[in-house]
């Protein structure tokens, strides 16, 4: 069987580390700053990408250049593998300890280099190092969020690594005629290098769906919801509430809208400044929020004005609800906060002849009874 010159497979590990490298750069800087790690995976992919083409070296340059550098740009560059992936998920990375462990490697790699010529001592130890490195790779992209086909990917190619390493290890020789081997051309030796060429390619490709899903997860968040409360926004909120009309209607089952308007905003702008304003439409909106069920729909939909949709909720439910937000918006004290009230207006639809058409109705008539309310004296519920 002819084998492939192993210089080849580390000469294509390294184009490909450093056209992944560009790719990861140039997302990273096209990206949301919330969204890290990236710019560490470029950097982790240029090293190992690097390191391969030193490698393939070997016997032309030195070996402090072909072994030692470019163990050490490896182990560095796995190291920040992790450390995108904990920058990705929020957490933060502790370098001190990592560092000082890959000096000590490098020292041991440099002493069977020239100390004891050992190759297999060198393999023996890169490869325990590779298996540490991606098993707890593979443990951060399994917990990466969101989790879908993205972090599945990243996390199985990070396993494929740890499965090809210990493969090398157990299929590790006890002898080697030549024990300054030059390049390595047994067959083992040449998968590794193989899987290890597409390694790179494969963990860049799964870093990037990975990033790009939770691009697109924001993306949904911003399009459909109020950036200042989290409240769904006017478009999102009825393009759930006409299902939920339809359900309705088809179910023959009470469907509820509550109006809410918090009393004298104006004032409370133009008496503690707009800072303060929207700090009051953030405390009602999460007061608010803490009152309903999974299945309730809160909306903002401009200023100081709130719409909440009910599903399967009767006339006295409904007006349950909105007292209950009343009392906790009229009772709470913050002391950061002015004392605000609301009032409420409380609509409800069950298919029944001559009540709301549709939606829209439903919420106009839900803003009627919230007129009413402010006309009798704010701080109250009307229905």
Not at 99 to 118: C, F, P, Q, S
Not at 203 to 227: K, W
Not at 343 to 366: H, R
Request: proline content about 3%.
């Amino acid at each position: 069987m002819e084998l492939i010159n192993p210089r080849s497979l580390l000469f294509v590990a390294n184009l490909l580390g450093m056209l992944c490298a560009l790719v990861l750069w140039v997302q990273a800087r096209s990206f949301p700053d919330d969204i890290e790690g990236l710019r560490d995976w470029a950097k982790a992919v240029f090293l190992i990408g690097c390191a391969s083409g030193l490698a393939s070296m070997r016997g032309i340059l030195p070996d402090a250049v072909t072994i030692i550098a470019a163990s050490g740009m490896l182990l560095l560059g796995q190291f920040l593998l992790v450390i995108g992936l904990q920058r990705y998920s929020g957490k933060t990375p502790y370098w001190r300890p990592t560092l000082d462990a890959i000096g000590a490697v490098l020292i041991i790699i440099t002493w069977l280099t020239y100390g004891t010529h050992n190759y297999q001592g060198r393999i023996f130890i890169m490869a325990l190092a590779h298996i540490g490195f991606f098993s707890f790779g593979a443990l951060l992209a399994w917990q990466a969020e969101p989790k879908g086909f993205g972090s599945r990917f990243l996390g199985i190619a990070f396993l494929l690594g740890v499965a090809i390493a210990v493969w090398r290890l157990v299929t590790l020789p006890v002898v080697v005629d030549d024990a300054d081997v030059t390049l390595d051309y047994e067959l083992v030796q040449q998968l590794y290098l193989g899987v290890f060429s597409l390694g790179i390619l494969g963990l860049s490709i799964g870093f990037i769906m990975l990033t790009n899903e939770r691009l697109r997860v924001e993306l949904e968040f911003m399009a459909t919801r109020d950036p200042m409360t989290g409240a769904l926004n006017r478009r999102a909120f009825f393009s759930r509430a006409e299902v939920e009309w339809a359900r309705s209607m088809r179910s023959r089952r009470a469907l509820a809208v509550i109006t809410s308007d918090i009393d004298f905003f104006k004032k409370v702008n133009d008496t503690h400044g707009h800072h303060v304003g929207d700090l009051v439409i953030k405390d009602f909106a999460h007061r608010a929020a803490q009152m309903l069920r999974f299945p309730d729909i809160l909306a903002r939909f401009g200023g100081e004005e709130f719409v909440i949709l009910l599903p399967d909720t009767g006339m006295a439910e409904a007006r349950q609800v909105a007292e209950r937000i009343r009392h906790a918006i009229g009772t709470h004290r913050d002391k950061a906060l002015p004392p605000y009230t609301v009032s409420l207006g409380v609509s409800i639809a069950q298919g029944n002849a001559g009540q709301a058409a549709d939606v829209e109705a439903l919420i106009a008539e839900a803003d009627a009874a919230l007129y009413r309310a402010k006309q009798g004296g704010r701080n109250r519920v009307e229905s």
